[in-house]
């Protein structure tokens, strides 16, 4: 643990709620079926990304990030090139490297 993150507060219950769906998708139960999409919602400024990160970081998972941001654009097709592209990175993270990884 580095020095900056005993600092950082994040609610257990936000920690908690992250890391059971992490487990949720990596393991395989028959017939149980967990969303790969995890929505937080909120407004921007709050910490949603930060918390996020530092939950990645204490359960060393890479994170690869996506912002919203990077879905305007005048030219079409520029947003899902670059959704397939950090899909691209994040999958070969998981196979290559045999890490966990998320977009976030």
């Known amino acids: 643990m580095s020095k900056q993150d005993r600092f950082i507060f994040v609610p257990q219950r936000f920690k908690d709620i992250v890391a059971l769906h992490l487990v ?3 393991i395989r139960v028959s017939g149980f079926r967990t969303p790969l999409i995890l929505g937080i919602h909120g407004p921007s400024g709050v910490g949603k ?6 939950v990645f970081r204490v ?4 994170f690869i990030p ?4 990077d879905f305007e654009s005048e ?5 899902s090139k670059l959704l397939c592209q950090r899909y691209l990175e994040a999958s070969d993270l998981v196979l290559r490297r045999n890490a ?5």
């Open 24 to 26: 949720k998708n990596i």
């Open 49 to 54: 990304t930060f918390q996020c990160e530092a």
């Open 59 to 62: 359960m060393q998972v890479q």
């Open 66 to 69: 996506l912002s919203g941001k």
């Open 75 to 79: 030219i079409a097709g520029e947003p």
């Open 100 to 104: 966990p990884c998320v977009t976030l």
